[in-house]
């Protein structure tokens, strides 16, 4: 474990253009300036832009990282994103496919 990690967020993805700002972009804003927090996001060979634009959203940013877990069922990609997780409190979400994330009860 990192020192100024203490929280990772993981999730997997796989295929949702529609709904990826709305759910790992919201998240990367919340923790943009908080060093303790970082998000890992495993994709499973995303081919509709998605993994596109969580490559261009993890650019320069350490907090934000991409995994490739490419043809991996959801408890495997949940499973390498936990194996690339730094911090010492872990938090597991679902899929990035929904714009539920943007609820303001989340952080």
């Avoid at 759910?23 to 300036?33: K, L, M, P, R, T």
């Avoid at 320069?60 to 408890?75: L, N, P, T, W, Y």
Wanted: proline letters at 1%; aromatic letters at 8%; one cysteine or more.
């Amino acid at each position: 474990m990192t020192d100024d990690i203490q929280y990772s967020v993981c999730s997997t993805h796989y295929n949702n253009v529609e709904y990826i700002e709305d759910s790992a972009g919201f998240i990367a804003s919340i923790i943009e300036d908080r060093p303790e927090w970082e998000l890992v996001i495993s994709d499973a060979g995303s081919d509709d832009g998605s993994l596109e634009y969580l490559l261009d959203l993890s650019k320069g940013r350490k907090d934000v990282r991409v995994v490739m877990a490419e043809g991996s069922s959801i408890g495997k990609g949940r499973q390498v994103a936990l194996e690339h997780s730094r911090g010492d409190v872990v938090i597991s979400l679902g899929d990035l496919d929904a714009i539920y994330y943007q609820d303001d009860r989340l952080f």
